[in-house]
């Protein structure tokens, strides 16, 4: 059965874009994907997953993603590609298109990259942004928003904390925005000098020992140590001590509070590696949930281009 009540996306880029009502479409339909729903393909759709950027989670969970639809998967790989001869980005993917490919996703270090893409007449492809940067990502918010979902049954009044490496966090940006328009309340905590005032219009920046106890969620960042300049003076040890979750500040946490991790994680740092797994845990149900909602994004992006392929 497909949804009637999805709105149609027919490109996937930021958060910013999708109203409640539609988040909790893709919720709803990723939901019915995990409880076995299929979809029937009227002729062959081809997608080309490009990750300029280095992926576990993303790129695996969307080529299953699409193999689950039934969409044909086209290797693409930009070290092997005519990208490795200076081929623009917007000239690969209409190359790509040209060939008959019809769904793009995209992971790229450049921030919204997808601008030059978007709109434009000889791309006639529907697009998912798999990571920007240090702009945003989709698709891993919504599985977020699908994991508390299943967890709490909704977002009002929810206490959420977004911990860590905020600046260089896309993961960050996309669930701040998408957290406060759900009704939740959002608190950061991390570093200073990794936090943006700008964030403030989205909640509040606090100790950690000051929300540990207070929050539902407690969503832990990767430091993320390819993007910052001065990483050779960074004390691991003394950063799990003054912003990490620790073994002694999870047991302080609320019986029922959950504990989130986009992944890849860097244990001892940001997270004490034995609550990676732990009862708490959300990590590998995360992960999990990736591939439903994955399959819903495809799904609202490919009906929204009117591709044709779908019965
Ligand atoms: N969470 C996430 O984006 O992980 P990967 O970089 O492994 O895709």
């Known amino acids: 059965m497909i949804a009637e009540s999805l709105t149609c996306q027919p490109a996937l880029v930021s958060m910013r874009d999708l109203d409640v009502r539609t988040v909790e479409a893709l919720i709803h339909r990723a939901e019915e994907f995990k409880h076995g729903a299929q979809l029937e393909l009227a002729e062959p759709v081809f997608a080309a997953n490009m990750f300029f950027e280095n992926s576990t989670r993303t790129h695996t969970s969307f080529e299953i993603a699409e193999r689950r639809l039934g969409l044909s998967v086209v290797d693409f790989n930009p070290q092997a590609s005519s990208v490795s001869k200076g081929e623009t980005l917007y000239d690969t993917c209409?190359?790509?298109?040209?060939?008959?490919?019809?769904l793009l996703v995209i992971r790229h270090s450049?921030?919204?990259?997808?601008?030059?893409?978007?709109?434009?007449?000889?791309?006639p492809v529907a697009l998912i942004n798999a990571g920007d940067g240090s702009g945003e990502h989709p698709s891993q918010s919504l599985l977020d928003m699908m994991t508390i979902s299943e967890t709490f049954g909704g977002f009002s009044g929810l206490k959420v904390a977004i911990?860590?490496?905020?600046?260089?966090?896309?993961?960050?940006?996309s669930n701040m925005e998408v957290l406060?328009?759900?009704g939740a309340q959002v608190y950061f905590s991390g570093p200073e000098a990794w936090y943006d005032k700008r964030f403030d219009c989205f909640g509040?920046?606090?100790?950690?020992?000051e929300l540990v106890d207070q929050v539902d969620v407690m969503m832990m960042l990767r430091v993320q140590h390819e993007r910052h300049s001065d990483d050779a003076s960074f004390d691991q040890a003394d950063y799990h001590q003054q912003y990490g979750l620790?073994?002694?500040r999870a047991k302080r946490m609320k019986s029922d509070a959950i504990i989130m991790h986009p992944g890849p994680i860097n244990r001892g740092v940001e997270l004490a590696s034995d609550l990676v797994e732990c009862p708490q845990s959300k990590?590998?149900?995360?992960?999990?949930?990736?591939?439903?909602?994955?399959?819903?994004?495809?799904?609202?992006?490919?009906?929204?281009?009117?591709l044709g392929g779908l019965a």
Do not use: W
């Not at 149900?285 to 009117?306: C, K, T, W």
């Open 94 to 102: 209409l190359t790509l298109a040209a060939v008959g490919v019809r």
């Open 110 to 123: 450049q921030d919204a990259y997808y601008q030059e893409l978007l709109n434009q007449p000889a791309l």
């Open 163 to 173: 911990v860590g490496d905020l600046n260089h966090s896309r993961v960050a940006r």
């Open 180 to 182: 406060k328009k759900l």
């Open 204 to 209: 509040q920046y606090l100790p950690m020992d």
């Open 246 to 248: 620790t073994l002694e």
């Open 283 to 306: 990590f590998v149900e995360q992960m999990r949930n990736g591939v439903f909602v994955r399959m819903a994004m495809i799904e609202s992006v490919l009906r929204g281009n009117q």
